[in-house]
């Protein structure tokens, strides 16, 4: 008889090498089949409606499998899975992938709910039922036949689910004992594996950690905001959007205290809730940049910022809109409001585009330092001039705008202190230009554009003398110099050797023909043009060459042929007299 393998890996609906005789142990990692599951079918990009329909898939070929159909096409006949059914694992499975399903259903409601707050009552449902059904297969766990690390498994499931329902129900005592003890669950079983094993877990632990820090804050613990603050700064994993919610809640409460901000020795009035809060939080934002540990958080700290300040932005407008009517019969105080509004548009401006200039140069910094390392892969392509000239494209746009913004016309000192910084930037454009045609060995031009960037550099430096605040945020224009200076001595020295080498070569041993290669291959002689696209191998087409023609043969013979006498075999005509003559006449003699 055919014998099978006692062992059948969980994903195998298809077999029944799964059922174990009674009182054998039942063993299953939950937390490895579910983020198994999760990465590939949808969940890596966020897609809980494509997991929600694979956990469908997968719980009808384990209903067809194990025989557990509720009923039939006409009749459903609701079944639970009993401790006495556990002599297969896969009945474990079932109730597992019922709350995977519950569970994403509910995930996809949330993220539907932020358009369509009416879903929010069925996401609360689709919890619950997702926790029933882990309460359910925590108490199928707690048969004999199922070891310990399984039944630990199965409570921090649960524990997880739970703390989940609390969290959305705001419950924060009651979703933070769930977590904290999902988390200890956790802890426990990654200290009893090995470190590749207990990696999961700590993942899991990661994971809950924002939600623990999110309710004590709720509860009154004001020493947790530090805590998800830092948590941000790394990154805040799935819990970037709550984390963000809680800052913005955090400044909202302190935004009722501001009512004023001072911009160019102007104090404006701030009455939109939207700016209180987006200004509030801006020194925070930057304080946080300023502290980010990697350029790849500091780049998505930008973008937020940078989206905050578009949507403050947007408020403004629409107020600035609503109030146009006003504004065209307006007296003398309303003008001076509809002003204010004005002006604060443009320093809300302001902060976009100087934002942006700090980002790109940050960008620079980083393509700068790459440059200066040596290339270890040759077929990857790394990061070259060209791709900086951009970035300070983009900063000099910036700049160019800022000089246009309404209400500072008229201020001098805010145009010379733009009219500065474009001149850095536009120092350091020219500097990486200038590098790019050094890569394609353009000597000539690359030192006028050297020279360029020292005229704008010098500039800068005699016109900083009364402006020396601005240049605090500016890069360092005396590093500039001294390295335009160190590269004016390289790009002679190159340009000296690259005409050098073409003076030391051999005169004799040049071409001084237009001789193809195969005429000459008993002469060596240096041709450039035999390494290029079109080398002088063979003359083509070929020249004509001079044959012998084809011999033409005339028949001669016949003139000195001399043919035999006829006379005998010729005819002799007869004498007919005048009978003859008449006939002829008519015709009858022929």
């Not at 809950?208 to 805590?227: E, H, K, L």
């Not at 230009?433 to 005229?455: D, G």
């Not at 050098?500 to 004799?508: R, V």
Request: proline share 4%; with cysteine; hydrophobic share 35%.
């Amino acid at each position: 008889p055919l014998i099978r393998s006692s062992f059948r890996p969980w994903g195998r609906e298809d077999s029944s090498a799964n059922r174990l005789p009674a009182g054998f142990g039942c063993s299953a990692s939950f937390l490895q089949i579910i983020k198994d599951s999760q990465q590939q079918h949808g969940l890596r990009h966020g897609d809980y409606q494509r997991y929600r329909g694979y956990c469908s898939r997968r719980l009808r070929r384990l209903r067809k499998t194990l025989g557990f159909k509720m009923g039939n096409r006409h009749k459903f006949t609701g079944k639970k899975v009993t401790e006495d059914m556990l002599t297969d694992n896969r009945f474990l499975l079932l109730v597992l992938m019922e709350a995977e399903r519950a569970w994403s259903y509910a995930m996809q409601l949330k993220q539907e709910a932020n358009t369509e707050p009416r879903k929010r009552f069925h996401l609360l449902a689709r919890l619950r039922k997702a926790a029933k059904h882990g309460e359910q297969l925590e108490r199928l766990c707690e048969s004999r036949r199922v070891d310990a690390k399984t039944k630990l498994e199965a409570q921090a499931y649960t524990a997880y689910l739970v703390g989940m329902v609390q969290f959305e129900l705001q419950a924060w005592k009651s979703a933070m004992e769930a977590f904290n003890k999902c988390k200890t669950i956790y802890e426990k079983l990654a200290s009893a594996f090995t470190e590749e094993q207990a990696v999961l877990y700590h993942q899991r632990v990661e994971e809950i950690s924002p939600n623990i820090r999110y309710c004590a804050y709720n509860i009154g613990d004001q020493n947790a905001i530090n805590d998800l603050m830092q948590m941000r700064l790394r990154g805040g994993g799935m819990m970037a959007e709550k984390l963000e919610a809680l800052i913005t809640q955090t400044r909202a409460k302190q935004a009722a205290t501001m009512s004023e901000v001072e911009w160019r020795g102007r104090t404006v009035p701030v009455k939109i809730d939207k700016a209180r809060i987006f200004l509030l939080g801006l020194a925070d934002n930057e304080a946080a940049i300023a502290q980010a540990a990697s350029e790849e958080t500091k780049e998505r700290l930008y973008e937020t910022l940078l989206a905050e300040c578009r949507d403050t932005i947007q408020a403004v407008r629409e107020e600035i809109k609503a109030d146009s009517k006003q504004r065209e019969r307006a007296v003398d105080g309303e003008a001076t409001k509809i002003s204010n509004l004005q002006y604060l548009h443009s320093y809300l401006t302001y902060i976009k585009l100087w934002t942006v200039v700090k980002r790109n140069e940050s960008m620079a910094h980083v393509l700068q330092a790459k440059l200066k390392e040596p290339q270890m892969d040759e077929n990857k392509r790394g990061p070259r001039p060209q791709d900086l000239i951009r970035l300070y494209d983009i900063i000099l746009q910036s700049l160019a705008e800022l000089c246009t913004l309404q209400g500072l016309e008229d201020d001098h000192t805010f145009q010379k202190e733009v009219s500065l910084k474009m001149l850095v930037y536009k120092a350091y454009r020219c500097f990486f230009i200038a590098q790019s045609y050094v890569l394609v060995k353009k000597w000539s031009e690359a030192l006028v554009l050297y020279e360029r960037v020292l005229k704008y550099a010098r500039e800068v430096q005699s016109k900083a003398k009364n402006l020396n605040n601005s240049l605090k945020d500016l890069p360092d224009v005396q590093e500039l110099i001294t390295e335009v200076n160190a590269e004016k001595y390289s790009l002679q020295a190159a340009a000296i050797l690259d005409t050098g080498d073409a003076i030391e070569t051999p005169q004799q041993m040049q071409v001084k023909d237009n001789k193809p290669l195969c005429e000459r291959l008993e002469n060596f002689s240096l041709d450039p043009t035999i390494l290029g696209k079109q080398p002088n191998l063979v003359q083509f087409p070929p020249e004509f060459q001079p044959i012998p023609c084809k011999p033409l043969f005339f028949d001669l013979a016949l003139n000195h042929v001399a043919f035999p006498p006829l006379d005998d075999k010729v005819e002799q005509k007869g004498k007919g007299g005048l009978t003859g003559y008449i006939k002829g006449i008519f015709g009858f003699g022929s």
